[in-house]
């Protein structure tokens, strides 16, 4: 920007301010809609302060006038506000109440890009089955010659979603929807919707390790006219997607220079996270041809711009693969990533309870509360003699509004723990799949490469009698699929080798890191007998957390309260059962007199979610026993 364009930019800041004032201190009838009109240039010079405050004003003088359309436009500008300046939950509730006021009015289009800034909420939040539904609202207010561009960001959006809940074929069906809409001919003038497109339907193909046909997607988005001078973000995506699939289908040219180009580019847009994607992406890369030292340099610097920008699935995919291949603090970069993890879940479930009592509260408690104080103000006009009657409904009233509370917060915890149920069910399906997989390659080792071994030595020993033109022809072409027959072993290596390094079956390894640190800084000497028939590959991630925890909790419980000088850790199993035993030497306590505190309810909450049961022994001056049973379900 200029001398000349930052001074135009000035005069017209200074004229919307005195505009305001004055408009505020104005009584007419129109006021309102003035206001709205000052807010939206605001908005436009992305002076938020003044934004938010011309909406405010234009909301109170809406009110007062009855001028529902106003009311739905000023909750929608302050939903816009808050979203701006990072205020998720403000904005979800502002945008829910112009929704309320749009139902009154019926109007469609106002309903449907509502829903739309909704759903954008809920997805940034990784709240996907709210972001789906409010998404699907908009869908039924839309029109198809009339709301085109509301209908593509109602497609796509229910697509992301499905792509993030693993239903890839849902996903595919809404992006092509979407696709249809952004290649009209009417849409043109969009900013690469169809790009946009194209590249989503190639992640999904990516996430179904079908890399073949997610670059054609790739190749079509990056050839779109002046899409990298027009969204040069949009480019780095595509750029660095297409030459992910390509290394991934084993065709290494150009690759590095590509995925570096893509990197060059997000660096000089300082987009965060593609920068830890890109860099994650070069790390596989060199670790795959072998360059360990570039793979762990590209690993490291994409944990470091994952703890800069502090986004939680930047920081959980980079602590994940530098745990694969950094052996040495493979066991610390385990624990930080199940710390984050469970964090992460706790957050998101609160956020998405967040949604619902805001959905609930603005559309049924502000109902209630409106009709309350109807009934109240009819009340103090006509039955004025008789405040003691009134005043005894209204302590009706206010109960049956307390009862109506505590029903809602217990249909929350059901909600939440039904939640914590599919998120463990979602874990067992993830590990069956690796199972799955695990068998597909050994098959795969078996009838097919070890048979175009077996093929091509038979042939070789043949060939090895003769000599004529023909016959070294042949053994070359020979030599050749051996060659190939090589490339694919490294490749099933590389996968399984992925495989045992995964995260869940780092158990044995943090439970081990665990005990050290008991020893190092507490001083206190742990005895531990771990059953080596024990295969902890066959137990779901969910019971290893649950197992690390307790133990957890156990030592932090001696730490404080026992005064221990040694402890024991048994986990054994017995036929189909096991048994998990921690005994300390401390002090004791008398189970008669104290009560349980959160720790034990902690131990006891984490035995049930095992489909187990926890059992306390404590007598003083010998010490505490705590007994955890569980099966392998």
Not at 10 to 35: C, H, I, P, Y
Not at 207 to 236: G, I, M, T
Request: aromatic share 10%.
């Amino acid at each position: 920007m200029d001398k000349a364009d930052t001074l135009k930019g000035t005069k017209k800041f200074f004229a919307l301010r005195d505009a305001l004032e004055k408009t505020a201190s104005a009584d007419n009838g129109q006021k309102q809609k003035q206001l709205l009109s000052i807010a939206e240039q605001f908005y436009l010079i992305d002076s938020q302060y003044y934004f938010k405050r011309a909406s405010l004003l234009a909301y109170k003088d809406a009110l007062k006038v009855k001028d529902s359309k106003s009311i739905v436009r000023a909750n929608v500008y302050l939903g816009k506000h808050y979203e701006s300046t990072d205020k998720i939950d403000s904005a979800f509730y502002f945008y829910t109440k112009a929704e309320k006021y749009s139902l009154k009015l019926n109007d469609s289009s106002s309903l449907a890009s509502i829903n739309i800034n909704k759903a954008f909420i809920q997805l940034a939040q990784s709240d996907f089955y709210g972001c789906e539904l409010s998404a699907s609202k908009a869908l039924n207010y839309t029109n198809k010659l009339t709301a085109k561009r509301k209908q593509y960001d109602a497609f796509n959006l229910i697509g992301i979603c499905a792509s993030e809940m693993q239903n890839y074929e849902r996903a595919i069906d809404y992006y092509n929807r979407a696709l249809e809409i952004a290649n009209d001919p009417s849409m043109q003038d969009e900013a690469h919707l169809s790009a946009h497109t194209l590249n989503n339907i190639g992640v999904v193909f990516q996430e179904k390790n079908n890399h073949l046909e997610a670059l054609k997607y790739f190749k079509v988005a990056l050839k779109e006219n002046k899409l990298y001078e027009d969204s040069p973000s949009l480019y780095s995506i595509s750029l660095d997607n297409y030459a992910y699939s390509k290394f991934r289908t084993g065709d290494y040219t150009d690759v590095e220079e590509t995925l570096k180009r893509a990197l060059a580019i997000r660096r000089q847009l300082g987009l965060k996270s593609g920068i830890v994607v890109s860099n994650l992406h070069l790390a596989e890369y060199f670790l795959v041809v072998k360059d360990s030292s570039k793979a762990l340099y590209y690993a490291n610097n994409a944990l470091k711009e994952a703890q800069s920008s502090r986004v939680p699935a930047d920081l959980l995919a980079s602590l994940k693969f530098i745990a694969a291949i950094d052996k040495k603090n493979e066991a610390l970069y385990s624990k930080n990533y199940i710390t984050i993890n469970d964090s992460i879940q706790k957050e998101e479930r609160k956020l998405q309870d967040k949604f619902a009592r805001i959905q609930f509260e603005t559309n049924e408690l502000n109902e209630e509360r409106n009709k309350l104080e109807e009934q109240n103000r009819t009340l103090l006009y006509f039955f004025t003699g008789f405040l003691l009657i009134g005043g005894l409904l209204f302590i009706i009233r206010m109960q049956r509004a307390k009862n109506r509370e505590l029903l809602l917060k217990q249909a929350q915890q059901h909600a939440n723990e039904e939640i914590y149920n599919l998120m463990i069910a979602q874990q067992h399906a993830i590990e069956e799949s690796r199972v799955k997989e695990k068998k597909r390659i050994a098959q795969e080792l078996h009838d097919g490469i070890l048979g175009r071994l077996f093929g091509t030595r038979l042939n070789l020993d043949s060939l090895n009698r003769l000599s004529d033109e023909f016959s070294v022809n042949k053994r070359i072409e020979y030599l050749t699929q051996l060659k190939n027959i090589e490339q694919d072993i490294r490749e099933i290596s590389h996968d399984l080798s992925r495989e045992k390094f995964a995260i869940v079956n780092n158990f044995l390894s943090l439970l081990n890191n665990l005990i050290d640190d008991q020893e190092e800084i507490y001083q206190t000497p742990v005895v531990a007998a771990i059953d080596e028939n024990i295969v902890w590959d066959e137990f779901s991630n969910a019971i290893k957390i649950n197992i690390y925890r307790i133990v957890q909790e156990c030592f932090q419980n001696i730490n404080k309260y026992a005064k221990a000088t040694e402890i024991t850790l048994t986990i054994e199993k017995v036929g189909d059962k096991f048994f998990m035993k921690i005994i300390d030497n401390g002090v004791g306590f008398d189970m008669t007199q104290k009560k349980k505190g959160i720790g034990f309810q902690n131990i006891n909450s984490r035995a049930t979610e095992m489909n187990g049961s926890f059992e306390l022994i404590s007598k003083i001056g010998v010490g505490t026993t705590i007994i955890v049973h569980f099966s392998n379900v």
